[in-house]
């Protein structure tokens, strides 16, 4: 009896310490030790997460180095086909080819007897809407043109050259050159019967000389405009 009671103490102090242990585990232990590892967990998706936003900045990095170069061609899309949002838009955009086509011919010393735009800026706009659905999906609308250009050889290949490297797109749908006069506008080019003592372009396939004509250039052809609103002022301020 004795040696049951002198062990008595240590094991209860042992049974004791050994619940105290076990709660300790259960209260704090094993709440701390899983916190611990959805830390782990919760770190391993921030780091990925991390990565995956800092090659986004890198790309976004990469697309702001070519955002100017971007810019410089949208400037160049909206110069040759420009916005056109209202009537007044359209009317004082084919006025700004008018002007820059006049200017052309003067620098050139052509002549332009005749110049027409196939339809006014009141109905081009109005038909804007209606005709979207036969136009290409960009929303881009022509504006028919037709003209008539006069000068000697040289003046003509000044003038042509000139048309080539035109700011406002402008294509070219037919033409004819003749000698002399003005002649029907077709879809190939002819030389006429000289009316005016000159030479015709080519004699045994040599060009003739600068000087020579008078010549007439009839053309038909469009410029063009869009009816997307331009992103070049939102793409210009993102440059700065």
Not at 23 to 47: C, D, F, G, R
Not at 81 to 108: H, K, M, N
Not at 139 to 156: D, L, R, W
Not at 181 to 198: F, L
């Amino acid at each position: 009896m004795s040696t049951i009671q002198e062990y008595r103490n240590p094991i209860l102090i042992g049974v004791v310490g050994l619940v105290v242990a076990i709660l300790l585990y259960t209260l704090v232990i094993s709440p701390q030790s899983s916190k611990l590892t959805n830390l782990k967990a919760q770190e391993a998706t921030l780091t990925a997460q991390q990565q995956q936003l800092q090659g986004q900045l890198d790309a976004l990095q990469t697309e702001k180095q070519k955002l100017p170069a971007n810019c410089a061609d949208l400037q160049k899309i909206s110069t040759q086909i420009p916005s056109v949002q209202s009537p007044s838009d359209l009317a004082a955009e084919q006025a700004s080819f008018y002007d820059q086509l006049t200017t052309l011919v003067g620098t050139s010393g052509t002549g332009i007897p005749t110049f027409a735009f196939t339809g006014t800026a009141a109905s081009s706009s109005s038909s804007a809407s209606s005709s979207s659905s036969s136009s290409s999906a960009s929303g881009v609308v022509p504006v028919g043109v037709t003209m008539t250009i006069t000068g000697n050889f040289g003046q003509m290949t000044a003038f042509v050259s000139g048309l080539d490297s035109f700011p406002r797109l402008f294509v070219i749908q037919s033409f004819t050159l003749s000698l002399g006069g003005a002649s029907t506008t077709t879809a190939s080019t002819t030389a006429a019967a000289p009316s005016s003592g000159g030479s015709p372009l080519w004699v045994g396939g040599v060009a003739t000389p600068g000087t020579n004509g008078p010549y007439s250039l009839s053309i038909v052809g469009s410029i063009y405009y869009t009816t997307t609103p331009s992103a070049l002022a939102a793409c210009t301020e993102a440059t700065k």
